[in-house]
């Protein structure tokens, strides 16, 4: 069965050890020397947060009323928070309300331009639908959407980090400090683990929801 079609990226999705194996990436076909992992200090907020909630409409409009109400989308990542320095590829949660997601939900973002590219390396119920943006101000970028629970801990670090940045100025500080130390990396892997363990505010929320220290460039490696 074909593993990009809903039926059968659910069979994935259910077995947990193919899960873990599972590893897709659709190059972006992008003109030579477009970087679109450039770190950007003065990121296009509004524009980012408008293409984002497009993409909520667009996601949500393929459901029904009733499965509707029982999933929320919420834009997360630096992207999700104004003057936050980062990337120009948005984040976003879609919540469900139980694991593995329906097979309306999968249909629904690829019936929307996404594909399933892998489950997280720090949580495998975190599942990364991907969209190689085609078209306006973001094309040849990457938007990524973590389909997962409520309860789901990596989720939950996502939301408090936009919640946080937003409303308390040393959260905001010391992520954004955390970023730009981070983006001297040489590489767009050696920049999200810099990233990850150089911020104060991530490790507190690590420690909160239980999530240890991991060898984030071991499960990385080879795979996205």
Not at 16 to 31: F, G, M
Request: glycine share 8%; with cysteine.
């Amino acid at each position: 069965m074909d593993p990009q079609t809903a039926a059968g990226l659910l069979e994935v999705i259910k077995d947990r050890s193919k899960l873990k194996e599972y590893a897709h990436n659709e190059i972006v076909d992008k003109p030579e020397g477009f970087n679109n992992e450039e770190f950007i200090m003065d990121l296009p907020y509004e524009g980012i947060k408008g293409y984002v909630e497009y993409q909520k409409e667009t996601v949500l409009s393929k459901l029904s009323a009733e499965e509707r109400a029982t999933v929320q989308w919420e834009h997360v990542g630096s992207t999700s928070v104004k003057g936050m320095p980062g990337t120009m590829m948005p984040d976003a949660l879609l919540f469900i309300p139980e694991f593995p997601p329906s097979q309306a939900v999968v249909q629904a973002l690829l019936d929307s331009g996404y594909y399933f590219s892998r489950s997280s390396p720090l949580d495998v119920e975190d599942l990364w639908f991907v969209q190689n943006i085609k078209h306006g101000f973001l094309k040849y970028y990457k938007m990524t959407v973590h389909v997962c629970l409520r309860s789901n801990t990596a989720g939950k670090i996502l939301m408090d980090t936009r919640d946080m940045c937003r409303s308390e100025s040393w959260a905001f500080e010391d992520y954004k400090n955390s970023k730009i130390e981070a983006s001297k990396a040489k590489s767009f892997i050696g920049y999200k683990m810099a990233k990850g363990s150089g911020s104060k505010l991530l490790a507190q929320l690590r420690e909160k929801h239980g999530m240890g220290e991991m060898n984030i460039k071991k499960d990385f490696d080879g795979k996205v």
